[in-house]
Structures are given as structure tokens and as C-alpha cells.
């Protein structure tokens, strides 16, 4: 797997990355090194990444508790805490290692320590592998509203090592398939197309061609003014009802891509309604999805509270809300304003 060039940063792949950050610590003379992890990154991936990098630098871990219910600035503040009274200053890098969770948070708490310190990512869930942790999008959620609080700052470096997804549940996996499904609708039919006909997945191929995809848009709209929407193809809706079912204490929570991928089923639906997007292809998109993830029965009676969280999304302006849509397959149009009654009908179009 080749280096990427990702602007201010590299993205270096499998073994040949740790000698890379290695170099890196020592060509930067850090004062200290620290390691941002949860208990589950703690046992399964700190092993294999502590027996790789090699540095001579103090090392020290402060470990999270996992899951998007601790993704706050409670946690944050935790953090700040324990990088101090471990002797952290500006000269600190802190490494990130872990999934979406501890990428968005650990950036956003390096790029506001001391006004910020550097940071390295190093994802170990094919979400953060193909999405968070590239693209300089950091921070935290405002309650059940998600990634409301936070800033751009890019890391010094990224590792995508695949052998840390042995480590994770297929759920997982499945969850981080959604967004390159995301790149294929938006970007590259062809992408598309492997997950549809379901060949024979090489997984290091598509976090190579997800991340290339990434970086491409990134690098042309780093602010998300224009084109790095595309990236929110599915997040609108999908944001809403992951929050939804985040606050529900009687259900159980999906995880990030199953909302978006119920996302990307409502979207298309709405793209057809009001761009022309084909009929066939909204119907090969719910298929495919379908045949990926388990139906989650969206409940007529819920539908006003993920109206209600829709309201908070952060690319609404003057509190209307902004879908990107699809022309067509790699042809987008953004900032779609959709009457709310056919975003209703498009959750009932994904629940038929
Ligand atoms: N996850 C969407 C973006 O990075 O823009």
C-alpha cells in the first residue's frame, strides 16, 4: 500500500509506518510522548503497536472509556488533566489509538492543550481507518447532538495498520463499510460496484482507495465548502437518527454506519424525488444496503424527535436544514432544502 501525501501530513501504511514515527519523534526532539487509547485498544492494540515503534522518549498512556456516550468535553477535560499532572507541555505529542472516538477527541484535545500540541493518528476500526481520522475534522458531541464542538487541525501523521482489524466485530466492519459505500455513491461507481457484486473483498484495497478518495476531496475543499459535502451524503438524516437512538434508552444504539446507511436509503429517496436521481438505482442502493446491514424498523411515533435532532445538524443555516443529494451516481448538488414531509416519506420509503 502506497504513502499518501495528504497536504501538511502522511498517510503511512502497515509495518514500514512505525520506523516512520519513529523518525518522526525523534526529528521533532518531543519532550514526551503520549498515548490516547480505550480499555479495549489498551488490550488489543497497544501490544502490537507498543513491540513496533521504537523511541527513546518518555511514554505515557491515559486510557478512555470506549463508546460515543463518552465522545464529551467531560472527557476531554479528563484528559487535559492527566497530560498535565504527567508533566505534559508544548513539546508533547499525543498518539491516538483507536476508533472514531478516540481520533475526533484525542485531535481535538492535542489541538487545544497549551493551544495545541502535535498528534499522530493511528485508527484501529475500518470507520476511522477510512473517515475520521483523515481530513482534519476534530471533536466532540454537545450531549446526544454529534460533533457540534470542535475545530480543523490536522495531525502530524496517520497509520492505517489493517492488521488491527482482527481485533474488531464484524458489526464494526460493517459499520466502516457504509462510509465506502459513501466514496462509491459520490466519488467512484467502481467502488460501488465491489460491494455491490460482493467479490471477494480485499479489504486493503478499499481503505486504499477510500482514503485516496478522502484525501482528494479534502485536499480540494479542506473547510467543506463546496465539494467535502459530499462526505455528509447520508449523515443528515442519518446523524439525526443515530442521535435518536443514542437518547433512547429503551432501544439499542446503532452504530455510525447503520444510521448513515439508513441515511444514504432516505437520501437517495429524497435525490429521486426532487433531482431525478433514477428510480432503479435508489432500489439497487436500498438492496444493497439491505443485504449488509439488518432492517432497524423506523416507528412512525419516533419520527418527530429525529425531526426535532435534524434541527441541530451542523450545516443548517438560519435553521434550515441542508441535505447534499444525488443527480446521479458521482454527481452530486448540495445544500438541498427538503420539505419535511417528504423526508418523512423517505423514512417510510426505507421501512416498506
Ligand atoms: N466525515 C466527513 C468529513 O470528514 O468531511
Redesign the pocket.
Known amino acids: 500500500m502506497k504513502t499518501i501525501q495528504a497536504g501538511t501530513y502522511n498517510v503511512h501504511f502497515q509495518q514500514k509506518a512505525y520506523k516512520f514515527l519513529s523518525n518522526l519523534v525523534e526529528d521533532n526532539n518531543y519532550s514526551s510522548v503520549f498515548i490516547l487509547l480505550d480499555e479495549n485498544t489498551l488490550e488489543h492494540c497497544y501490544p502490537k503497536f507498543i513491540s513496533n515503534f521504537a523511541t527513546e522518549k518518555r511514554i505515557e498512556v491515559i486510557e478512555i472509556e470506549s463508546g460515543e456516550i463518552n465522545k464529551n468535553i467531560d472527557t476531554c477535560i479528563g484528559v487535559w488533566n492527566a497530560i498535565t499532572e504527567l508533566g505534559g507541555d508544548r513539546k508533547s505529542l499525543l498518539i491516538t489509538l483507536g476508533g472514531g472516538v478516540i481520533t475526533d477527541l484525542g485531535g481535538f484535545v492535542a489541538s487545544c492543550f497549551k493551544r495545541g500540541i502535535d498528534f499522530v493518528n493511528i485508527p484501529t476500526t475500518l470507520l476511522s481507518m477510512v ?2 481520522s483523515v ?1 482534519g ?1 476534530t471533536g466532540v458531541d454537545l450531549g446526544v447532538l454529534k460533533n457540534q464542538i470542535g475545530l480543523f487541525a490536522n495531525p502530524k501523521m496517520v497509520i492505517v495498520d489493517s492488521d488491527y482489524l482482527t481485533t474488531v466485530t464484524e458489526r464494526e466492519i460493517k459499520s466502516g463499510t457504509a462510509e465506502i459505500i459513501k466514496y462509491g455513491l459520490t466519488y467512484d461507481t467502481d467502488l460501488f460496484n465491489e460491494i455491490k457484486n460482493n467479490k471477494k473483498l480485499e479489504i486493503s484495497n478499499l481503505i486504499q482507495r477510500s482514503i485516496e478518495i ?1 484525501n482528494e476531496v ?1 485536499l480540494q475543499d479542506p473547510r ?1 465548502q463546496n465539494l ?1 459535502k459530499i ?2 451524503f447520508g ?1 443528515t438524516l442519518g446523524h439525526a437518527i443515530e442521535s435518536f437512538y443514542l437518547e433512547s434508552e429503551d432501544k439499542e444504539n446503532l452504530t455510525h454506519g447503520e444510521a448513515i446507511a439508513i441515511g444514504m436509503v432516505c437520501e437517495s429517496f429524497m435525490s429521486y424525488k426532487l433531482l431525478g436521481f433514477p428510480a432503479e438505482k435508489v432500489n439497487e442502493i436500498k438492496e444493497v444496503i439491505l443485504s449488509i446491514y439488518k432492517r432497524t424498523h423506523l416507528l412512525k411515533e419516533d419520527f418527530s424527535d429525529i425531526m426535532e435532532l435534524l434541527k441541530h445538524d451542523k450545516k443548517n443555516i438560519n435553521g434550515q436544514v441542508n441535505f447534499v443529494l444525488l443527480n446521479d451516481y458521482e454527481d452530486y448538488k448540495i445544500d438541498c432544502k427538503v420539505p419535511e414531509k417528504l423526508i418523512l416519506e423517505s423514512m417510510e420509503f426505507y421501512n416498506e
Request: aromatic share 0%; charged share 45%.
Open positions: 473517515d475520521a481530513g475534522k478522502k479534502v467543506e467535502r462526505l455528509n449523515h
